[in-house]
């Protein structure tokens, strides 16, 4: 079955610290790993995207990185700021469909503290 | 940010009542999207169009049905709403083939009483 999980769930940081979210998946065939970040009551909106031969991806603060092998992904958000607080998710997409199927992750909820 | 659109932002309805949620973007996408989201949950996929007179069910079963007769514009419609309808919709869109990114629009947050 395919899934992608994520942990933590919940992450609480202070202002200026890192933190690293981590993301495991089942879906196969592989295409590629995105991150998005959802703020509260809003749309996701794409931070990072990895194919199958990246193995890390940077967008800012934000740094991505993809172990194919082991099928593992981690978000690294470096200098946190107040700004950064909201839901991370992770999605994996498949390649075995012309609608390019994808498979989210319930997200991991951070909050950055002054 | 992206050029996708949704209104309502929010809306509160009695059971019973027939209700559309609008979406449209302005990027000349073929692919539309709509998901499900509830709070603390993954997105699940309710609908989804190819293209103009295009639209198929997604994975997650829903009493909603949508229609695409123009390419910028997805809607979605609620016959009679129900309080288990009670979710946030979200409309997304994509341009056809690759590994192009879904973009989203900002939700819809429906409540039922």
């Known amino acids: 079955k395919n899934q992608v999980e994520q942990s933590p769930q919940s992450l609480i940081i202070l202002e200026g610290k890192n933190c690293t979210l981590q993301c495991n998946y089942t879906v196969s065939p592989f295409s590629n790993l995105r991150w998005y970040k959802q703020d509260t009551g809003r749309g996701p909106v794409s931070l990072t995207i990895m194919t199958f031969s990246e193995n890390t991806k940077s967008n800012g603060r934000y740094t991505a990185t993809l172990d194919a092998d082991t099928k593992q992904s981690s978000l690294h958000i470096t200098a946190s700021q107040l700004s950064d607080s909201a839901s991370y998710i992770c999605v994996v997409s498949d390649r075995g469909s012309t609608l390019g199927r994808l498979y989210f992750g319930r997200g991991t909820q951070l909050t950055v503290w002054p | 940010e992206a050029d996708i659109y949704q209104t309502p932002r929010y809306l509160v309805i009695g059971t019973g009542k027939k209700i559309t949620l609008e979406c449209s973007q302005t990027?000349?996408?073929?692919?539309m999207y709509w998901y499900q989201q509830d709070p603390g949950m993954e997105l699940h996929l309710i609908h989804y169009?190819?293209?103009?007179?295009?639209?198929e069910k997604g994975d997650l079963s829903s009493e909603s049905t949508v229609s695409r007769i123009r390419t910028e514009h997805f809607p979605l419609t609620l016959e009679s709403a129900r309080p288990s309808h009670t979710s946030q919709y979200l409309c997304?869109?994509?341009?056809?083939?690759?590994?192009?990114?879904?973009?989203f629009g900002p939700g819809t947050r429906l409540t039922v009483l």
């Open positions: 990027m000349g996408h073929d692919k």
């Open positions: 169009s190819y293209g103009v007179n295009s639209t």
């Open positions: 997304a869109s994509k341009v056809q083939g690759g590994t192009d990114t879904q973009y």
